[in-house]
């Protein structure tokens, strides 16, 4: 499972707002993503994780893992599409997401994939 860090700050969007979950690269955490989080407006609702092995708790996984962990984490929030925004080995993960379920993939950002 992802480590969930959804990310508080003022004027946090409601549940509903649109989500995007930011993806990290390797090495990384969920904090790589705390400025583009507060660069971000009010209008969604950003969820920056902790990838499988990358938060101290849980085992490294492979690239369909790490996407079935995204979909994990969507469902446990009860979030059916989401934008999902993947820095490098992160932009990997997103891409594969997409691919095998694109019908829950609003849309993908890539940063040096």
Do not use: C, K
């Amino acid at each position: 499972m992802i480590t969930d860090r959804e990310q508080q700050r003022p004027g946090t969007p409601p549940t509903d707002a649109p989500a995007v979950v930011l993806l990290h690269g390797q090495p990384g955490s969920a904090r790589d993503w705390d400025r583009v989080v507060a660069a971000l407006g009010s209008g969604v609702r950003p969820i920056a994780v902790d990838r499988p092995g990358w938060d101290g708790r849980s085992r490294a996984r492979d690239l369909p893992g790490n996407a079935q962990a995204v979909f994990e984490l969507l469902d446990t929030r009860g979030i059916e599409r989401a934008t999902l925004v993947g820095h490098s080995l992160g932009a990997a993960i997103a891409v594969w997401a997409a691919v095998e379920h694109p019908e829950r993939v609003a849309a993908l950002v890539l940063a040096a994939p």
